[in-house]
């Protein structure tokens, strides 16, 4: 009963780690934003052992900020990665269920009123928690890009 992707579900929603996905792009941005900004003085002072950055105060801080980026896209592409497995689960009329270990597997048919509850979480709730997350791992690759350029040509 606990491998039942509606069941997973409400286990990722009630974690302490996935409960930071929210549809709402702003809401979701809060924890990484405290992430990277918690990141960025430890990031500035690896840049500066670099004998270069050291000579020139603004790349050290571009490239402290840029280097920050790099734990909070790490923890987008887990969530995603998290969320999307129940969606896929949720969405399947069939699943693998484990009984001890990956030696003894079986797949299980979902019941018709499994499959519809089922659905209707993964388009109603996890959908628009993927969404957002994408749209926000979207703005991080790209503030990283630009920061990665942006120490270059400083």
Not at 57 to 73: I, N
């Amino acid at each position: 009963m606990e491998q039942r992707p509606l069941q997973q579900y409400e286990e990722l929603r009630r974690s302490w780690f996935f409960r930071w996905a929210d549809p709402d792009v702003f809401t979701c941005l809060k924890p990484f934003a405290l992430c990277w900004l918690l990141l960025i003085p430890l990031t500035t002072v690896i840049a500066s052992g670099s004998v270069p950055l050291q000579q020139d105060p603004p790349r050290l801080l571009a490239a402290g900020l840029v280097g920050a980026l790099v734990l909070p896209l790490l923890l987008l592409v887990r969530q995603w990665l998290g969320w999307t497995f129940i969606l896929r689960r949720l969405l399947a009329e069939s699943i693998e269920y484990e009984e001890s270990g990956w030696y003894d597997g079986q797949v299980w048919e979902k019941p018709l009123a499994w499959r519809q509850k089922d659905w209707l979480v993964a388009q109603h709730q996890v959908r628009p928690l993927l969404t957002g997350l994408q749209q926000l791992m979207t703005m991080a690759t790209v503030a990283l890009v630009l920061g990665a350029a942006l120490c270059r040509l400083v």
